[in-house]
């Protein structure tokens, strides 16, 4: 009595299920999921598009990045706002063509985003389409009126990110182009365009400690998600260069400064996280956090604009160049 | 400073943003949204594609009927597990020519549903695609431990639908037909597929009384869905023929019994409800709620097989021949 649809679903459950955990009541299987809310908390709620030709090439993206790399999109979601992810639902539309070994890298890769983030699978929905369609819907929770949002952003508060920017884009550019550079960090920017990590632990930290005043991931650039931010916190802000943390390369490689700024300032898909802090709060702040580098690259201004110091002290005004689907 | 999606973005929550309402802490515009779930409630999650070429056609479809559909077929599944919708996240791929009118009627057909179903937008993503594509996931809440599954159906437990079985097939074909059939009841089809109505009230009250053992919405048919309750409760099913609720046409136009009865039993798209009912508690189900008719269609067997039984009592396999995408 199975139908083509029960038979994937059976597929994608036993690639993922884990019953039990999570207060999940009900997983897949039914009409819908039933999730236990934890108390004295609120759920965080996102989803996100990962589409074949837009956000991934079918000939370029081995599977089982694109089953991580749909989880870790949206639980750096919840990361940016402090919170823990819970459980997602998983809307999968495939050719048929794909239903054999495409799908197993594809869970595979999933599976261990899914223990990676204890983020369970609780359901979803299937179907077919000539190409590669996935949303991802992650349901998570923070404690009640901890959750850091993009709009508390004041005057004055202290501009910081984590990591380095512009790495993902330069490994999408390494993963396309034909000629291989041989660098030898390629595997390590094509790794983070392919693997990111959610910066889960950076933004329950800060919440925690009540540090970041406002809050968001870098997923379409620091120059376009940087003026999300200061929209939502009706502020602008002023960014030093010098102080953006950017790819690594060596100075023989002739690539230019400018090169690498634009990179980092308008390179998407680094999932790092954007977070704003109290001046008097800075130096609670560490130069890195379990590993991972932390840095101050300007500060929030009352004049809604934003501006970009160079090297010597003149200021320009920073369009917003980052990824922009329309 | 605004980007195309930013513009998109503000587009969706000025047509749809319901502030305060819900427990939601934060709609639209961070992240992600933030949810105060509700003392004693257990959440309710499901989601959907609704795309088009598969779910629905560019040139037969209104907008504003795609708008209310998306959501409706969502809603259904907290519906058949006897829950209540809370908020939505609404994920919209579209062509950068549908950005406008098409737009505006889609999102007239979702607030509509908005409001009716008193589930309101939370967040979501959009991005650019040549396709229309649609994923809504739905939150909604039920009393901890009412949750009515599709597993809870037992031998002699007796088999309610709601409403009459076809009709939106019967609609579909309408609205793809180029010679109208002119029927009188030929709106009311239409209807029925373009703005389904899902039953949160009966669904709820069915939840409430602990009267229903096991439920689901009819999404894919009859034949498809019972399957699917009967596997999932480890059981099997008589049906009757000549008490399934069909499409009532006259004799005059020439249709067979046949024919209707094929319509009740593989057409998709009615989310009616299908339920089954201990039978010492059935003579508790009303022949109708709320105006809505419910009939006892058959039986639960201990047999997992579905039977049909014929007007003269002659038995047959029933097979699934509902909707399957694969």
């Not at 998600?225 to 023989?252: F, H, M, N, T, Y």
Request: proline share 6%.
């Amino acid at each position: 009595m199975k139908t083509g649809e029960d038979r994937l679903v059976r597929k994608i459950t036993q690639a993922l299920a884990f019953r039990g955990h999570s207060g999940l009541a009900l997983g897949v299987g039914d009409d819908a999921a039933l999730l236990q809310p934890r108390p004295g908390r609120q759920l965080v709620l996102s989803c996100d598009w990962f589409l074949e030709g837009s956000h991934f090439l079918r000939d370029k993206h081995p599977p089982d990045s694109i089953g991580w790399k749909c989880l870790a999109r949206a639980v750096s979601d919840v990361a940016a706002m402090g919170g823990e992810p819970r459980c997602f639902l998983l809307s999968l539309a495939l050719p048929e063509t794909h239903t054999g070994k495409w799908l197993g890298g594809f869970l595979r890769g999933l599976a261990r985003a899914e223990r990676r983030f204890q983020c369970h699978l609780a359901g979803g929905d299937t179907t077919r389409n000539h190409k590669i369609l996935i949303n991802v819907t992650v349901i998570g929770d923070v404690p009640t009126g901890r959750a850091v949002l993009r709009s508390g952003a004041k005057p004055r508060d202290l501009i910081f990110v984590s990591g380095r920017l512009g790495e993902a884009e330069l490994g999408l550019r390494s993963l396309r182009s034909e000629r291989p550079s041989g660098h030898e960090n390629r595997t390590r920017w094509i790794k983070k365009h392919l693997y990111p990590e959610p910066r889960l632990a950076l933004g329950r930290w800060l919440a925690e400690k009540r540090l970041a005043t406002a809050m968001m991931d870098l997923s379409d650039g620091l120059s376009t998600d940087l003026s999300r931010l200061c929209a939502a916190s009706r502020v602008g802000a002023r960014i030093a260069i010098d102080k953006i943390p950017k790819v690594a390369l060596p100075k023989e490689k002739g690539r230019t400064l400018l090169g690498l700024t634009e990179l980092a300032l308008h390179g998407g898909d680094d999932y790092e996280l954007l977070f704003t802090v109290r001046p008097k709060q800075a130096d609670a702040v560490p130069s890195s956090f379990q590993g991972l580098a932390l840095g101050c690259i300007g500060e929030i201004t009352r004049e809604r604009q934003l501006m970009l110091a160079g090297p010597e002290g003149l200021e320009q005004k920073l369009p917003a160049h980052g990824w922009d689907p329309f």
